[in-house]
């Protein structure tokens, strides 16, 4: 995977310092194991889960090499990221049943939102649907111009009002335009003021409620957006959003330029939400869709 490169340096490097040179694994590399996972930004708890268990099957079989270790280490990381219930994203086909899909789109400022929907309509669209923009994150001004530039980037249209309107009233005009429009699929930005949990709680079930005035079964998918070089600060304002908003899906942003991807790890076992894109820069091509299986290659090889 490209875009992973400084992850993998600082993850294997520092695993490789641990293990080398070992001819079994005993305690001492097994504790310098588990300070290469923390710094490397897996965090406390799937740290030790991951040495746990690998500890668990070292006892099995004690003489382990360090090429086993390797193998164990990859199955075991393999083991807690999880795959996506629903396949759809991985080439961008909507099913008929599901049109027009709604997807909900949350996280705080900054983190590469408008970008990852940018990226995400480049990509619908470039896989032969009809998309349709909705800003609906009213309150700064700034969130509608970079959207705006995005639809205009992409040539997909967008659904907007003056700032500081209702932003259900977006949402569901969003909608309503997606239907009438037969478009395959709505993206729709929403609000991340983490600050006023109680507010942002309201304003999201609000969307969600006139979402489902014109479809029921909607939204389809609400995709959290975190941004990964923040490390373990990213896994905080996960557990925050979850507390808030049914997040369905993770897209993390920012791996390049980052040795902080371990993160990755931590996000997923902690919450058992999928991540289903990682971004690896600004442009178009640098939102991947995440397989746990290259993901995890990227890291060893
Ligand atoms: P928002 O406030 O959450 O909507 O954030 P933006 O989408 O405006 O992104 C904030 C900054 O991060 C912009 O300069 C983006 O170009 C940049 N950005 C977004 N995603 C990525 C990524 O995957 N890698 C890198 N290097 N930069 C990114």
Redesign the pocket.
């Known amino acids: 995977t490209q875009g992973l490169e400084k992850t993998k340096e600082g993850f294997f490097s520092k695993i490789t310092k641990a293990v080398v040179g070992k001819s079994t694994i005993d305690d001492a590399v097994l504790d310098d194991l588990e300070d290469a996972l923390i710094t490397a930004d897996v965090g406390v708890d799937t740290t030790l889960e991951i040495v746990n268990r690998i500890q668990k099957r070292v006892e099995k079989d004690k003489y382990l090499s360090t090429n086993e270790l390797n193998g164990l280490l990859k199955d075991e990381i393999e083991n807690i990221l999880i795959d996506s219930p629903d396949n759809s994203h991985r080439d961008f086909h909507l099913s008929e049943n599901k049109k027009p899909y709604i997807l909900l789109v949350v996280?705080v400022?900054?983190?590469?939102?408008?970008?990852?929907i940018g990226k995400l309509a480049a990509k619908y669209k470039a896989a032969g649907n009809q998309v349709i923009l909705g800003a609906a994150d009213t309150f700064r001004a700034a969130?509608v111009d970079?959207l705006t530039i995005w639809s205009e980037r992409v040539g997909v249209p967008i659904v907007k009002q003056d700032m500081g309107s209702d932003p259900a009233s977006v949402a569901f005009d969003t909608v309503q335009s997606a239907v009438a429009k037969h478009a395959d699929i709505a993206i729709i930005d929403t609000a991340g003021r983490l600050h006023n949990k109680a507010h942002l709680m309201e304003e999201l079930s609000k969307i969600k409620r006139v979402i489902q005035k014109v479809i029921p079964e909607a939204p389809h998918d609400v995709l959290l957006?975190l941004d990964g070089s923040t490390g373990q600060n990213a896994l905080e304002q996960a557990k925050q959003f979850v507390q808030t908003t049914d997040v369905r899906s993770l897209a993390i942003?920012?791996?390049?330029?980052t040795a902080k991807g371990g993160v990755v790890l931590a996000i997923a076992h902690q919450l058992k939400i999928p991540v289903k894109y990682i971004?690896?820069?600004?442009k178009v091509e640098?939102l991947l869709i995440f397989d746990k299986h290259e993901f995890v290659d990227s890291l060893f090889s």
């Open positions: 996280g400022n900054g983190v590469g939102k408008t970008t990852t969130a970079q957006v942003t920012k791996l390049d330029g971004g690896v820069g600004e640098d």
